[in-house]
């Protein structure tokens, strides 16, 4: 009942259906395994340890590379919300526990911003830490649920012209 929460078996199925219809799984995307499954205090949430996460999720990409070893695995993680404090320490700390439970880095980190929030220095922060510590960065340029496509197009302009005119990011 939480946002990103899956079976091994369920991911096990998915990949075995990519691969019987002659795909190639290259790159994997989590969808925010730190904030839902650390992070996140509203109903049903797991707040489950670092290296608990770490390790469930281990299970479930060794499952997933039984079938396609090459598979790229990385995160997507939100960013710019201050309600999140010393969320790039908390972000780091989940890369460490997600190294030591595979034994390799995340493959990339990619924000998942809160544009109508001050988002630059808490995603400044995250890109100047992963980076560091050699995870590729990026970030997901969109609009809002609420646009219709040509706004939504536009929206996703303008949050990629404001970000990338930024030398600081």
Known sequence: GIEGYTGPDVLVTIAEKIKR??????????????YYGHYFSGPKGCRTPLD???????????????IFPRMAVGDIEPAGDPALRDWASLLMQ??????????????FVHA????????QAPVREMATRLRAAG????I???GEP????????????????????DPTL
């Open 112 to 119: 998942d911003i809160q544009w109508h929030l001050p988002y």
């Open 140 to 142: 997901i340029y969109n």
């Open 21 to 34: 219809l002659g795909g190639e799984l290259q790159v994997v995307a989590m969808d925010e395994p730190l």
């Open 135 to 138: 995870i590729r960065f990026g």
């Open 52 to 66: 608990q996460l770490a390790r469930d999720i281990a299970v479930k990409v060794r499952a997933m590379r039984a």
């Open 146 to 165: 609420t646009d219709t496509p040509i706004a939504w197009t536009a929206r996703a302009e303008s949050h990629f012209l404001a970000v990338e005119s």
């Open 94 to 107: 989940w890369a460490d526990a997600y190294r030591s439970a595979m034994g390799e880095p995340l493959a």
